[in-house]
């Protein structure tokens, strides 16, 4: 079947696609690869990617191309779910015929929900998917494709057994011929990565328990299933060829380093191809491996930090120490490995002094960039589940995000408000980065590098932008 894979338009400047790690808008303008897209796109003859936030492409831009198409599949997320629904059926309003279906996190949780939700959606495919739209694609009967829940004749809500997970990696195809075909990569930008830059997976699931996190509970699972060295850096020297502009090559997956003997024999690999290249970490890496891939091309570890509160880190299952991390971090410094801390306001166990405590540690290890979400109770883990249980998220705030696709706080607890969370977030931004110390560093490195004058100066606009907005909205709640 001629398939569309689409990431429909949302809210302006959303970040929803299926390779974010939450869907909203950022503090600074960014755009993930829709690499969960990607795949099965590259499994399918005949199809066609469209991302349309980062290329801004209009809904009337697309219902156009309807009629090309015998079937649509689109990611979809808790946040943008509805907008999803009003893009299908538009494309079924220029084309009667078209099949349509979703993927993603939402719909793998909530398959029968989801339907019953959108008449106008045929199908979903459940949990890992790439071969359920494949079989869908080949035009397999449906009642014999595991993994999909769909639509029969009468309007029944049918679920076929569940598909098991893929074991055998490399019997997916390259992503990165598809970012070749169908996307503009300077499209994608993300603040501590160089530009352009190319992600991708190199393997899915984590076996980390963290009671937040979206993809290893939903759609990739707790074991880390891998593709073959081999398999990864044959890609990565396809890349190099097909995409001499790249700067940076990241791999996205949960954790990179949940693998450690693997992700030094990548890094050795990727020291002969003489790539510049980052990852996901967790904050335990020892110093040797770290050295090894510093040696071999590693520039950055995004890594999650979530708290700097002990009791914390174990309410969410996080699975790390505070020493620990602080030694890791000062041997990335002292490596000249640069970090990109994530932090989490509003998790289980926050209080106004865990607030400050958080913003005091991440003050004392100095990651070389912060990003600071809210706590995001997403269905299909375990917060979800918890949050619930214990009254802590309500119905006024169980979107996640506002009309504008701007995160919110969507969890309280007693003696700490959504409004104390939300406004969190602005107080530890402007602790962390209105330091002399930091002002100094970010300057520094602006005037050793035109390129990143022009690309800090617009990201300061963006984010001063983003304060004034969140303000808006803090005093729209408040009143």
């Known amino acids: 079947m001629r398939t569309l894979f689409l990431q429909a338009p949302s809210f302006d400047g959303f970040d929803g696609g299926a390779g974010s790690r939450y869907q909203a808008r950022r503090e600074i303008a960014s755009f993930w690869y829709p690499t969960w897209l990607a795949q099965p796109a590259a499994l399918v003859e005949n199809s066609k990617l469209i991302d349309a936030p980062p290329h ?15 079937l649509a599949v689109l990611h979809t997320s808790t946040p943008s779910f509805k907008s999803d629904v009003k893009t299908i059926e538009a494309l079924k309003a220029a084309n009667p015929s078209l099949k349509a279906g979703l993927i993603g996190a939402k719909v793998a949780v909530d398959a029968a929900g989801s339907l019953a939700a959108a008449p106008a959606v045929d199908f979903v495919a459940r949990n890992e998917f790439d071969f359920t739209i494949k079989d869908v694609a080949d035009g397999m009967d449906w009642k014999s494709i595991r993994g999909l829940s769909y639509r029969d004749a009468a309007g029944d809500i049918v679920h076929t057994p569940d598909r098991p997970m893929l074991e055998h990696m490399d019997s997916l195809p390259f992503v990165t011929p598809i970012y070749k075909r169908d996307l503009t990569i300077r499209n994608y930008f993300i603040g501590y990565l160089k530009h352009p830059y190319i992600s991708l997976y190199t393997g899915r699931g984590c076996k980390s328990r963290c009671t937040f996190c979206l993809w290893p509970q939903t759609v990739g699972g707790h074991r880390y299933r891998t593709r073959s060295v081999g398999h990864v850096l044959e890609e990565i020297a396809w890349s ?9 090559f990241f791999f996205d997956d949960d954790t990179f380093t949940d693998d450690l003997p693997r992700a030094m024999e990548i890094a050795r690999g990727l020291g002969k191809l003489g790539v510049t290249w980052s990852c996901n970490a967790k904050a335990n890496v020892p110093r040797e491996a770290l050295k090894v891939m510093r040696d071999n091309g590693l520039r950055l570890l995004l890594v999650g930090y979530e708290s700097g509160n002990q009791q914390i880190l174990y309410n969410i299952k996080k699975g790390m120490r505070i020493d620990v991390a602080e030694r890791f971090t000062k041997d990335c410094h002292e490596l000249g490995i640069t ?26 290890i100095n990651p070389h960039t912060i990003q600071v979400s809210l706590a995001a109770p997403y269905p299909g883990t375990f917060l979800y589940n918890q949050a619930i249980e214990n009254g802590w998220l309500d119905d006024a705030n169980a979107e996640l ?20 969370i939300f406004e969190s977030v602005e107080t530890f931004y402007r602790q962390f980065y209105f330091r002399t110390g930091k002002i100094a560093s970010i300057v520094g490195e602006m005037v050793r590098s035109p390129d990143m004058m022009k690309r800090r100066l617009r990201e300061g606009v963006e984010f001063f932008h983003f304060l004034r907005e969140r303000r808006d909205i803090s005093k729209g709640a408040a009143s």
Do not use: W
Request: proline share 7%.
């Open 401 to 420: 995000v506002d009309e504008h696709g701007v995160q919110i706080a969507p969890l309280h607890y007693p003696g700490l408000s959504h409004t104390e």
């Open 56 to 70: 801004r492409t209009p809904l009337s831009e697309i219902t156009a191309q309807a009629r090309d198409f015998d």
């Open 240 to 248: 190099q060829k097909a995409f001499p502009e790249v700067k940076e």
């Open 339 to 364: 970090i990109h801390g994530t932090f989490i306001m509003g998790l289980p166990g926050e209080t106004r002094q865990t607030i400050e405590e958080t913003i005091q540690f991440a003050k004392r």
